[in-house]
């Protein structure tokens, strides 16, 4: 794992526009973990706040100690329509 506790998940239900922000607990250091079959944001107990297969086609979400999320989606396991991914420099 790697990353800083700058790191967070979050969540946003289109139905009606409600964002929701997860930042770092201080319970862990598991921020990010990229292998070659998986991505991986958060962790803990033995579960992952989000987890993508390498084809980027599936995902699945939990609640980790990293973040203290809930489950970012319904239902937990699902397949990836359309991917985004941000970076910021300072």
Known sequence: ??????????????????????????????????????????????HFGL??????YQGTTRHCLTFANPPLTEPQDFVIKAMECWRFDL
């Open 51 to 56: 987890l993508v297969d390498a084809g980027l």
């Open 1 to 46: 794992f790697y990353g800083t506790g700058e790191s967070f998940l979050f969540s946003f239900a289109s139905e009606d526009h409600s964002f929701r922000l997860f930042p770092w607990t201080g319970e862990n250091d598991f921020f990010i973990r990229c292998l070659p079959d998986s991505l991986a944001v958060g962790a803990g107990d033995g």
